[in-house]
Nanobody, 117 residues
Framework: QVQVEESGGGLVQAGESLRLSCSASGRTFSPYAMGWFRQAPGKEREFVAHIRWSGDTNYADSVKGRFSMSREKVRNTVYLQMNSLKPEDTAVYYC???????????WGQGTQVTVSS
C-alpha cells in the first residue's frame, strides 16, 4: 500500500507565494516520478508539473517561470513552490507518485489553494 499525502494549501492574495509538499510512503516504494495536477471548479483536472527522480522537471505553460518543483529523495518528498500566484491558480492540487518500473500511479486526496484578487 502506498500513501500519498499533500500539505501546504491555503488562502493567499494575488502575487503571494505558497509551497506545497507531498510525501509518498509505503514499504519498498521507489518513485520514478512525482508531480501535481490541479482541478478548478467546473473544469477538468489539468497537469501542473512533475519531476523525475533523476531531477528532470516539466511544467505546464501556464505556470512556467512562476512554479518550481524540487525533491528530497531520501524522504520521497517533493515540493511545489508557487510564486506570483494568480486567481486562476485557484484549484484543488493533487499530488501523484509513480512507482519505478511500473505504470502504477498513486494519488493524494488533494489540497485546496485559493488565490484572491
Amino acid at each position: 500500500q502506498v500513501q500519498v499525502e499533500e500539505s501546504g494549501g491555503g488562502l493567499v492574495q494575488a502575487g503571494e507565494s505558497l509551497r506545497l509538499s507531498c510525501s509518498a510512503s509505503g514499504r519498498t516504494f521507489s518513485p520514478y516520478a512525482m508531480g501535481w495536477f490541479r482541478q478548478a471548479p467546473g473544469k477538468e483536472r489539468e497537469f501542473v508539473a512533475h519531476i523525475r527522480w533523476s531531477g528532470d522537471t516539466n511544467y505546464a505553460d501556464s505556470v512556467k517561470g512562476r512554479f518550481s518543483m524540487s525533491r528530497e529523495k531520501v524522504r520521497n518528498t517533493v515540493y511545489l513552490q508557487m510564486n506570483s500566484l494568480k486567481p486562476e491558480d485557484t484549484a484543488v492540487y493533487y499530488c501523484h507518485a509513480d512507482r519505478a518500473g511500473t505504470a502504477q500511479r498513486y494519488w493524494g486526496q488533494g489540497t485546496q489553494v485559493t488565490v484572491s484578487s
